[in-house]
T-cell receptor, first 114, second 115 residues
Framework: AQKVTQAQTEISVVEKEDVTLDCVYE???????LFWYKQPPSGELVFLIR??????QNEISGRYSWNFQKSTSSFNFTITASQVVDSAVYFC???????????FGKGTKLSVIP | NAGVTQTPKFRILKIGQSMTLQCTQD?????MYWYRQDPGMGLKLIYY???????DKGEVPNGYNVSRSTTEDFPLRLELAAPSQTSVYFC??????????????FGPGTRLTVL
């Protein structure tokens, strides 16, 4: 069985602070894929990133960066210099190779205070 | 492109009523999915389709039915609404199947309340 744990239910930061959202996963698959989605207050889900289990390189996209560590089964997401527009619920998700199903964590609600 | 569109945005049903949630995508995606998101929880897969005429159950299919007569449309049917089906329903699509081969793109969601 697959499981995704996002231990932080809610986080509040002041604008321009850096913030890291934690994601820990469990899977028996040797090949799997990890995702982050953003759900702003408007409700839609916005795809942010997909990584496969064989690629442990960290990735940076603008103010966003992701740290994938297979040894600790973690796929953490850092926002640098947070902005009010970053306020949203962020979901980490996991899928096995060949699977159509994504297993989502419960999400972390990020509030960026001006 | 409009992407994935869902109607209605909100709906209140009485126990035992039926309704169909509509989902349409204009990206020529072969694969479509229905998820539900309960308060404070992540999304769970209800049904998915790998192409017109082909559907299969996901993690939580009970109480729902789907059909896929065209590539573009993937409606979700609730036959006898129950309070446990109060949730936000998301439709998604991807060009190819398998989470490792393509990204699932989501619609804006339908918020359903059953009283």
């Amino acid at each position: 069985a697959q499981k995704v744990t996002q231990a932080q239910t809610e986080i509040s930061v002041v604008e321009k602070e850096d913030v890291t959202l934690d994601c820990v996963y469990e899977t028996r698959d040797t090949t799997y894929y990890l995702f982050w989605y953003k759900q702003p207050p408007s409700g839609e889900l916005v795809f942010l990133i997909r990584r496969n289990s064989f690629d442990e390189q960290n990735e940076i996209s603008g103010r966003y960066s992701w740290n994938f560590q297979k040894s600790t089964s973690s796929f953490n997401f850092t926002i640098t210099a947070s902005q009010v527009v970053d306020s949203a619920v962020y979901f980490c998700a996991l899928g096995g190779a060949g699977s159509y199903q994504l297993t989502f964590g419960k999400g972390t609600k990020l509030s960026v205070i001006p | 492109n409009a992407g994935v569109t869902q109607t209605p945005k909100f709906r209140i049903l009485k126990i035992g009523q039926s309704m169909t949630l509509q989902c349409t995508q204009d990206m020529n995606h072969n694969y479509m999915y229905w998820y539900r998101q309960d308060p404070g929880m992540g999304l769970k897969l209800i049904y998915y389709s790998v192409g017109a005429g082909i559907t299969d159950k996901g993690e939580v299919p009970n109480g729902y039915n789907v059909s896929r007569s065209t590539t573009e449309d993937f409606p979700l049917r609730l036959e006898l609404a129950a309070p446990s089906q109060t949730s936000v329903y998301f439709c998604a699509s991807s060009y190819s199947g398998g989470v490792g081969t393509d990204t699932q793109y989501f619609g804006p969601g339908t918020r359903l309340t059953v009283l």
